[in-house]
């Protein structure tokens, strides 16, 4: 069945939401009109600021919950990092990326800009990895 992208706006615009007393009322006469077509913007604005606020936070949860469970996943495994510079935050320390890109802050007593090293994760954290480089 093609049903072209016309049809929908225009069975879209048809849709009497000022019959609607409640914002749940709005969202369900849209889905059961258009089961083909739906305007994303249309169930964001429905959204309350606390709404969208309380789901940023449960997005960023899980974000952070994953990312530290990868990142613990190699505590105290050697890895191979490419080196790119000194530390952002500690100018005793390198930063580099694995080979999944992950970042590490790297501690060396010699130079190691610009090399491929093993390095030995000491700590994780939910975005970034301390190690030591292993000769």
Known sequence: MNISIIDHMNKFREID???CKTREEKILLVMKNCKYF???NIFFKLLTK???ENRLHKLNELVNK???LSNQAIL???V???????????????????ENMKLVN?????DIIGKIVNVKITEAKSFSL???HVK
């Not at 191979?80 to 694995?98: A, H, I, P, Q, R």
């Open 17 to 19: 939401l000022s019959k």
């Open 38 to 40: 739906y305007d994303k």
């Open 50 to 52: 606390e709404e969208k």
């Open 66 to 68: 994953y990312s530290n």
């Open 76 to 78: 105290n495994k050697v």
């Open 80 to 98: 191979k990092c490419l080196v790119t510079s000194v530390s952002e935050k500690d100018n005793s320390k390198y930063m580099g990326y694995t």
């Open 106 to 110: 790297i501690e060396s007593d010699i």
């Open 130 to 132: 301390n190690g030591v």
